[in-house]
């Protein structure tokens, strides 16, 4: 989920740094040309020498221990038997090999040169924590897979090679300590210390780039070395982050690599591409400061980030990408369309205006609507709780961080940051039936996440939110039922919205809690609500085996947008932990051994209905005594979940027995959009801003040609205004075209206009925005027919034009 985000921060960022830092496009070829004949010179005079002169030491000193240390280990490699070893291809065929001798870039090349070029690294044996550098020799008989950028490993490999090269640039030009260089969502980044703290400016972006180009030119081999921690520390002796990472990572009395491509020689497992003339196109695209390992009492380091590809035409067709998403930025949107801002006094908790606040209510009672028709039951519940109640749930252990948390009467209240352990006390709060399983219990409640203030980003990253968040009470045999019905949930809202979905199911992890068996079951039981979704909708579904939460496994929800980006949203997740937590159990009333059994009892007690009574009252369905007599012995026992809470008694978990006759139902924890907030923002870069009907703060804009047509232009509002329409008038002195094109800008669905022609005759004169046709001059039509056709296609969400054109309505 946060991976998504963070992806379209950095799009809407990098856009808006390469328009500060550079000016590409016209005239930037001859400069660069300038840059690559003239060595250092050339650059922006604002920016200083291209590289420091001369080098720092450090360079020279690493360089020679590990030119040293690699002899070594070639001599080593030199004296390795030389065997024989076979090595499989994914198409089942098998290659002769050498141990020792044999890389992976020999089997690409003898295949075809172009694969060669293309594969990036090698995988051996199926198994993800076994890449190999492809110009490495095999030591024994494998199974080889050769992966090119287009594999997602070999995405990651190939952009974790290209922050080695970035690692180079910056410490050529900036003399700088090295930290880390990871690959990212949308590239990799290298983070630093620059001598005396200086900063990274955006007038560094193009001599970085212009050394980039002169490393990958030279096509520097990635050589991989095996040090010591004793080596390393010594070889990392000018690096104080270096060393923090060799003492805190590497046992001591082990080993680790090291690689060198040019003068850098960087602390790295690997692997890497074979040379740096793999990486065709780079950019730097933005860069940002950050702590060191993250934690803010750390010293603050230098990010820069950056993006490559094995091919020019990807780069260009990414960066038009990003400048569709800087065009489609929520913030830009929101602000330009009066949706919502922020306020420094409440950070990371949006001011919803007037025509936000249109969208946000219309997709709750979207949501609402679907409640209604799949027996979900609204509840209202506090934002405030003891934390007597996040410590029975587990929060106050585990999430307490992420809470605001506020004392009141020497006691300690947290605000909700979830829905569910609310939901958990309304279930306990009575005795429960089997009848009134499943359980659908939603809550539009507003939760507060106490996210750090660097991390807030526009409504994608807020500690303010509410969600269309729900909880099912429901038997383990319901589970399938209740996932089928959550599988037409989301294609209803998806397919409604436009976005298609892929799904991925995680299972049990090896940290689990309750039982295996309930674990195997449900998750039999999921795996055959997701084949037969896929069978009949063809969505896909894939398994990420030990991927659940400790407490039962889930189903990820990832939706992809108009430009194919991810973005997870909804979840469905098992939980059989929070109804232990909450010792929550229902009358099971269904077994009829135990109601044989109990209704001979009784009637040889003779003093009780018959078993067919037993069906009647809504909460005694059975053996009524030995229910509220355990209830009571729960309550004398300080059941923490029933009885009084005691404010001197510190918390103790408690295991609280099921009671005879009953059962523990399992939970489960879903959303279908999730955060409103997101998922707005979502929606906004989703339809650019250009809003579906029903879901549109800005449904339809009249415009009266003259003063004579105020009165009926507030007529025609207010005929609209009558139907719960959002209706505007614009009586301004403006002139008409200007109206016109205002209206258009503000996405107004639809403008009439409306003069003497249409004041007689009772007409609009329409334009309907999503219909190119009518931009210049509107479709003349009756009054009553444009409420009619209105109100249908709001009332069925349709995005249809309500307004065609009378040969395109023929042909239909
Ligand atoms: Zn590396
Ligand atoms: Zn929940």
Redesign the pocket.
């Known amino acids: 989920m946060d991976s998504a985000k963070e992806a379209v921060e950095n799009v809407a960022e990098g856009v808006k740094k390469m328009a500060v830092g550079d000016k590409p496009a016209k005239g930037g070829r001859k400069d660069r040309k300038k840059e690559k004949g003239g060595a250092a010179a050339a650059t922006d005079p604002a920016s200083g020498p291209l590289e420091i002169n001369p080098p720092p030491d450090f360079l020279q000193k690493r360089l020679e221990m590990f030119d040293r240390l690699k002899k070594k280990q070639d001599e080593e490699l030199a004296s390795k038997p030389r065997e024989s070893i076979t090595i499989t291809m994914p198409d089942g065929s098998v290659k002769e090999g050498t141990s020792y001798e044999t890389t992976p870039a020999d089997i690409a090349k003898g295949i075809s040169n172009s694969l060669l070029k293309r594969t990036v690294i090698a995988r051996l044996d199926g198994d993800k924590e076994q890449l190999w550098d492809i110009g490495r020799p095999l030591e024994r008989s494998c199974k080889l897979e050769l992966l090119t950028f287009e594999d997602e490993q070999g995405k990651q490999v190939f952009w ?2 290209s ?2 090269i970035l690692g180079e640039a910056c410490e050529r030009r900036f003399g700088c300590s090295l930290c880390i ?1 990871p690959p990212v969502e949308n590239g990799f980044y290298y983070e630093m210390c620059l001598p005396e703290n200086k900063p990274v400016m955006s007038t560094d972006y193009k001599p970085l780039e212009t050394i980039v180009t002169s490393i990958v030119k030279e096509k520097q081999k990635f050589e991989r070395l095996i040090m010591t921690k004793e080596e390393l520390l010594e070889m990392f002796s000018y690096n104080k982050y270096k060393q923090h990472i060799i003492n805190d990572k590497i046992p001591d009395g082990t080993s680790t690599t090291v ?1 060198r491509n040019g003068p850098l020689i ?1 602390l ?3 692997p ?1 591409v074979p040379d740096t003339g793999r990486i065709e196109t780079f950019s730097v695209m933005k860069n940002s400061s950050s702590y060191f390992l993250g934690n803010k009492d750390n010293d603050t380091l230098q990010r820069v980030y950056g993006v490559s590809f094995p091919d020019k035409k990807q780069m260009a067709a990414y960066k038009k990408f990003l400048e569709e998403a800087a065009k489609r930025d929520h913030r830009k949107i929101g602000k330009d369309q009066e949706l919502f801002f922020f306020h420094e006094l409440s950070p990371g908790s949006a001011m919803w205006l007037p025509h936000g606040t249109r969208i946000y209510n219309n997709l709750l009672s979207f949501l609402r609507e679907q409640y209604w028709k799949r027996g979900y039951q609204e509840v209202i519940t506090p934002n405030m709780y003891n934390s007597h109640l996040w410590k029975m749930s587990g929060h106050w252990d585990f999430y307490k961080d992420d809470m605001f948390v506020i004392e009141q009467e020497k006691e300690q209240f947290g605000l909700k940051p979830m829905n569910c352990p609310g939901h958990c006390l309304m279930f306990s709060h009575r005795e429960r039936s089997h009848r009134e399983l499943p359980w659908r219990v939603a809550d539009f409640g507003v939760l507060h996440r106490n996210e750090a203030s660097g991390a807030l980003s526009g409504l994608t990253r807020v500690r303010r939110f509410q969600q269309d968040d729900a909880h099912i009470f429901l038997r383990e045999d319901q589970i399938k039922a209740e996932m089928d019905n959550l599988f037409d949930f989301l294609k209803e809202v998806y397919g409604l919205l436009g976005f298609s979905f892929k799904l991925k199911l995680s299972t049990r992890p090896d940290k689990y809690m309750g039982e295996k068996a309930t674990w195997d079951n449900a998750e039999h039981m999921l795996q055959e609500s997701l084949d037969e979704f896929k069978a009949s909708n063809g969505t896909h579904w894939e398994l990420n085996e030990g991927d659940g939460a400790f407490y039962g496994p889930k189903i990820d929800i990832v939706i992809l947008d108009c430009l194919l980006r991810e973005w997870q949203c909804a979840t469905i997740q098992l939980d059989f932990v929070q109804p232990e937590n909450f010792h929550l159990e229902y009358i099971t009333g269904d077994d009829n051994e135990t109601k044989k059994k109990e209704a001979e009892a009784k009637a040889a007690e003779a003093k009780m209905a018959p078993p067919a009574e037993l069906a009647m009252p809504k909460i005694k369905t059975k053996d009524p005594q030995a229910v509220i007599d355990s209830a009571k012995a729960a309550v004398a026992a300080s059941d923490p979940s029933t009885g009084p809470y005691d404010k001197d008694r510190p918390f103790v978990r408690q295991h609280k027995p099921i009671s005879p006759g009953c059962a523990r139902p399992v939970m489960i924890h879903r959303a279908m959009a999730g955060s409103i907030e997101r998922f707005t923002a979502i929606l906004t870069e989703h339809f650019a801003g250009k809003w579906p009907f029903w879901l549109s703060p800005r449904q339809i804009l009249v415009v009266p040609v003259g003063k004579g047509f105020y009165e009926y232009g507030e007529e025609v509002a207010k005929i609209f205004r009558d139907k719960m329409m959002f209706v505007d008038v614009d009586t301004s002195g403006n002139t008409l075209q200007k109206k016109i094109r205002t209206g258009q800008l503000a996405q107004y669905n639809s403008i009439f206009v409306v003069g003497a022609e249409e004041m007689d005759n009772r007409q609009v004169n329409a334009r309907w925005r999503d219909d190119q046709s009518t931009q210049d001059r509107g479709k003349p039509i009756p009054l009553d027919k444009a409420v009619e056709k209105l109100c249908k296609i709001r009332d069925e969400k349709s995005s249809e034009n309500p307004f065609p054109a009378p040969a395109k309505e023929a042909a239909k």
Do not use: L, V
């Open positions: 974790h090679s922050a080695h260089g690689y960087d790295c497992r690997g890497h």
